[in-house]
């Protein structure tokens, strides 16, 4: 029975892990992109390659949406904090 609870804790972890870095990733992508593309366009930065790529600032504040998520939930969820904390270095990583 032990091994059986062993088994099932973790897998519970490693969900939980799989889930917090999906709904980080789903913060970068729905506000974080969004925000970062109505600055550039209101800016009016609308050459192709700059819309293309993220600058230092914008893969910054990128980054820091996911970081803020997790750190309101690392006393409560804190498996769901560290996938949030994951999908955060996913995003910083360069686009090309």
Request: with cysteine.
């Amino acid at each position: 029975m032990t091994n059986s609870g062993a088994r099932r804790t973790a897998i519970q972890t490693v969900w939980q892990v799989f889930v917090g870095c999906l709904l980080g990733l789903f913060v970068v992508q729905l506000f974080g992109i969004f925000f970062v593309r109505f600055a550039q366009i209101a800016r009016g930065q609308m050459n192709l390659q700059h819309l293309l790529g993220f600058s230092v600032r914008e893969r910054l504040f990128l980054i820091s949406l996911p970081t803020v998520a997790a750190a309101m939930l690392v006393r409560k969820r804190p498996f769901i904090a560290l996938g949030m904390l994951l999908s955060a270095a996913l995003a910083w990583l360069p686009d090309n």
